[in-house]
């Protein structure tokens, strides 16, 4: 990201919508509180051990879903990836995609962190300003829904080559897009803009056991956050990814994706609550 970026007047009305309401919980606020984060408040805290009783394994698969993300950064370094685009990267908390692949492959890889909420952007401008590269590691305040935009900054960041394989990040972001926002169209688009050999990494929220304590807070989410919340079916999870081939195993559950040491999940797999992917786009 350039040092002088200057959000659009669009995004400009969206901050202040956002910053109108930041008596309400947060999903990215929410998410840091329960993944033992430090940027929240107590409105956020008080909604997310609400949501600890309505559903008590939540905190686990947040972790997991959070585990997921690590693994598939570094199967793009395996691969020979040395770029990355986080799409709802949130609040910086433990695990964060440079680092990871950093750990994998240091001082090479370059990360776009991309945010539509301003706290988080500003939080996450902040953390990179201390304790990243410059140089490798940018933050922006865009929207997925306005993807044009988003893509012309990222394409436009300096370090950043718009023809080099990339890693695509959507992960625990569509579920807060509901299907009358279409985010179909913005992944079409950003499918398209990404060159061959590139990877795209999702995960998003489903329920296939029927479990009411996911229904309830995903209710409580649409009706207190400031975001509002929806489960999709695997087939419609899957029909984000296009003609992008699906690397193995496929759509799974969180802990069934290249599990390691550190992703044992001895419940049924569907309570992690969480379905991932990763595909490859064609040469």
């Not at 570094?74 to 692949?101: M, N, W, Y």
């Not at 625990?172 to 169209?185: C, D, N, R, S, V």
């Amino acid at each position: 990201m350039a040092d002088n970026f200057t959000p659009t007047s669009a995004s400009e009305a969206a901050a202040d919508r956002l910053l109108a309401n930041v008596e309400k919980p947060s999903p990215a606020r929410i998410y840091d509180y329960l993944l033992g984060g430090e940027n929240h408040y107590a409105i956020d805290r008080e909604f997310g051990d609400r949501q600890k009783r309505v559903m008590p394994d939540i905190v686990r698969a947040m972790q997991a879903n959070r585990a997921f993300l690590g693994r598939a950064v570094r199967c793009a370094v395996a691969q020979g990836i040395r770029q990355f685009v986080d799409i709802g990267s949130g609040l910086p908390t433990k695990g964060q995609v440079h680092e990871i692949a950093d750990e994998a492959a240091p001082g090479e890889c370059r990360v776009v962190y991309i945010d539509n909420e301003q706290i988080a952007y500003a939080h996450a401008d902040a953390l990179l300003g201390t304790h990243a590269d410059r140089r490798r590691h940018h933050a922006l305040y865009a929207d997925l829904l306005e993807y044009t935009d988003l893509w012309h900054q990222v394409s436009t960041i300096d370090g950043i080559d718009p023809e080099e394989p990339t890693c695509l990040l959507v992960v625990a972001l569509l579920h807060f897009i509901t299907p009358g926002q279409a985010p179909e169209k913005a992944l079409d688009f950003l499918r398209d803009c990404l060159p061959a050999g590139s990877l795209l990494a999702m995960s998003h929220g489903c329920d296939e056991l029927d479990d009411p304590g996911i229904q309830q807070v995903v209710r409580n989410y649409s009706s207190e956050s400031t975001t509002q919340t929806c489960l999709r079916t695997r087939a419609e999870f899957t029909a984000f990814f296009g003609d992008f081939e699906l690397l193995d195993p496929g759509v799974v559950w969180v802990p069934q994706w290249r599990p390691d040491n550190d992703s044992v999940w001895s419940e049924h797999p569907a309570t992690s609550r969480y379905l991932a992917g990763v595909a490859r786009k064609p040469r």
